[in-house]
């Protein structure tokens, strides 16, 4: 449908779509100007040997491997946290108590954790796995506190992908005589993994990219090994990122810039990942 | 018997893992609040709230909250005055203008935007933004106010964007279509019909604009400086409620102390503060998917 047009409010019009577009390539300049700010200032720096370095007080000489490592270390171990969890509690909530008060009290609840600011939950980290817990500031203190930050997202992505399987998959399971949890277990939970799986490795490429937190459980900013365990300390790609940018000196910010490029590069290929994952699921649900 | 006690067991686990985002919720509030509590039998209340002077790690310190709250106030709104029109504008321009394959476009772009780490766009803010700023503004400080605020407006734009898109194109076809049979072009359809009647809508993504904007961490943390200071000047090196509890987590700050409790009572007020405004969000939103039902 066309909208009538007449003389000079024909204008008005056109000058008003004109000026409501050109937010949108505001949008666009400046996502491209950071990105070839951040290629023009790190691309020199990013070689082999910096990704294979550690910490080091001189610019020229560090890496980033130790952040590399830990952010590997902290991830793997957020996602084996947060997908059980996340996929059980989801569950509950989609297919067991859709109607109870409980559940509609949970649901709340998770919509106002979805908003909470990530620095809170470095403070419940803090409070609760590094002090109570006594989990000092180690990879598993971390892994936790993200896997609080990520689970509500967890959770929001696992029940869409559960609601995508037909309810008709349900009834046959149960004609069979299967039980509820046989059911789910044997039928929908398969049927919904790689919707679950592109929902998880989405939601934990934002928390790769999260650096307050982890700053307020008391992760290092500078540490010349790569962590050894589950109880090792560690620190994470984007605290080593802002620990370069807050050196004064010009060639730590180099160092920062190329840095972004790996954390960038990381975020790619997960997000790419999910994607692929996302495609391969449509085509199963169509054939 | 048996598979019938096994299937209320499983049941009753996936209970209690739902049940852990209340334990959250509820750890969240418990760690915030004991350590504040332990922090004002050392600090008064109302000298917390209005004193005017925000130096903890002094050897005299005083501990007036207002400084932070004043930097916070100041970015948040620098952010919103780039992120509401252009959100705003944008949402308006994909919901009644743009062509369903140019959404298509520049959805997913919009997405890498709001994908793109804080610590980046605090490189972006400290190495690019400022200096270009500094170029129209001779006298801005390296680290300023005005820098982060418009890049965490950037930061923000996608959220604007598409929940008042969303709230805008819940609107009835056939209020537009009334509009249109007046003889209205599309701007005074979109300005004079779509958004009044998304107005509910629209408040809500803005009001969650704004709680995003207070809890933003790292582009303060790194472009705004550490200084604490009850200033309205956007040239000037302030500091954020949240940049200072950066700032403590780096140093080594025994715990126990009572500038170790400093960052659990200005987290408390963070959190009071955007708790707040996502309720109002959320009941906002809530009304307006009942006037369209």
């Known amino acids: ?287 | 018997m048996r598979p019938r006690r096994l299937e209320r067991l499983i049941e009753l686990a996936l209970l209690l893992s739902a049940a852990l985002s209340v334990l959250t919720t509820a750890g969240i509030i418990l760690v915030l609040a004991v350590e504040t509590f332990e922090f004002l039998r050392e600090v008064p209340l109302f000298e917390f709230l209005t004193g005017t002077e925000w130096t903890p790690l002094f050897a005299n310190p005083r501990f007036g909250v207002l400084p932070l709250i004043a930097g916070t106030v100041l970015v948040s709104a620098i952010a919103m005055a780039v992120a509401v029109p252009m959100g705003l504008l944008s949402a308006i321009y994909l919901s009644e203008y743009a062509p369903e394959n140019l959404r298509r476009v520049v959805k997913p772009v919009l997405e890498v935007l709001a994908g793109v780490p804080t610590v980046v766009y605090g490189y972006f803010a400290l190495m690019f933004v400022t200096p270009l700023l500094q170029r129209v503004f001779p006298q801005m400080s390296g680290f300023n106010a005005l820098s982060p605020g418009i890049v965490m407006g950037i930061m923000i734009l996608p959220l604007v964007s598409s929940l008042a898109e969303d709230a805008m194109r819940a609107v009835p076809r056939g209020l537009r279509e009334g509009a249109y049979a007046l003889g209205a072009t599309r701007m005074q359809t979109a300005l004079q019909v779509v958004v009044p009647a998304a107005f509910s809508g629209i408040t809500a993504a803005f009001i969650l604009a704004v709680s995003r904007a207070v809890g933003e961490t790292m582009i303060v943390a790194i472009a705004a400086g550490q200084q604490p200071r009850l200033t309205a000047n956007p040239f000037v090196p302030l500091e954020t409620m949240t940049a200072y509890i950066v700032q403590v987590s780096l140093g080594d700050t025994p715990q126990g102390t009572l500038e170790y409790r400093t960052i659990f009572a200005v987290g408390m007020l963070l959190f009071l503060m955007t708790f707040a405004l996502n309720l109002v969000s959320t009941w906002l939103r809530e009304r307006f998917r009942e006037e369209y039902a």
């Open chain 1, 1 to 287: 449908m066309k909208a009538p047009r007449a003389g000079a409010r024909h204008g008005a019009d056109l000058a008003f779509r004109v000026l409501a577009m050109s937010t949108l390539v505001v949008a666009l300049v400046t996502l491209g100007a950071l990105v070839f700010d951040v290629l023009g200032d790190g691309l020199g720096r990013l070689n082999w040997q910096f990704l294979t370095s550690l910490a080091s007080r001189r610019p020229e000489d560090a890496g980033i491997y130790h952040a590399l490592a830990g952010t590997i270390w902290v991830i793997v171990l957020t996602a084996a946290l947060a997908l059980p969890l996340g996929v059980a509690a989801a569950v509950y909530l989609e297919e067991y108590g859709t109607n109870s008060r409980l559940a509609r009290f949970i649901e709340i609840n998770i919509a106002n954790l979805a908003a909470v600011p990530s620095i809170i939950y470095g403070l419940l980290g803090l409070g609760v796995f590094v002090r109570f817990m006594s989990m000092g500031r180690s990879v598993m203190a971390g892994a936790c506190t993200l896997a609080l930050l990520a689970l509500p997202v967890v959770i929001l992505s696992t029940r869409e992908a559960l609601r995508t399987v037909p309810k008709s998959i349900r009834e046959g399971s149960y004609a069979l005589g299967a039980t509820q949890w046989q059911t789910i277990w044997h039928q929908v939970l398969p049927m919904a993994f790689p919707g679950i799986l592109t929902g998880l490795i989405l939601s934990l490429s934002r928390a790769v990219g999260e650096t307050a937190p982890l700053i307020t459980i008391g992760a290092l900013t500078y540490i010349p090994f790569a962590p050894d365990g589950v109880w090792s300390p560690f620190t994470v790609l984007p605290i080593q990122i802002f620990n370069w940018v807050s050196r004064p000196q010009a060639a730590f910010k180099e160092n920062a810039a190329a840095g972004i490029l790996v954390l960038m590069a990381l975020l790619l290929t997960m997000n790419a990942l999910a994607v692929f994952l996302r495609d391969r699921f449509q085509r199963q649900g169509r054939s």
